[in-house]
């Protein structure tokens, strides 16, 4: 089961305490630029509702 220390990694959950250096850092910059995304997406999202409200 997924939890917020967690990652799936080649279908495998593991606790990030569990997780080398390097692959650690890849999850976390994954993570950093998926979240970066999300906040874009919303933020145009939110731009595009506030100007076609009636």
Same mark, same amino acid.
């Given at each position: 089961?997924? #939890?917020i220390?967690?990652? &799936?990694?080649?279908g ?6 569990g ?9 976390? #910059? &994954? ?5 970066a995304?999300?906040?874009?997406y919303? &933020? ?10 009636y």
């Open positions: 089961m997924l #939890s220390n967690t990652v &799936r990694i080649g495998e959950v593991k606790h990030i305490t997780l080398d250096a390097l692959t650690l850092m890849h999850e976390w #910059s &994954r993570l950093k630029k998926e979240n995304h999300l906040y874009d919303n &933020r145009k999202r939110q731009a595009t509702a506030a100007c076609c409200d």
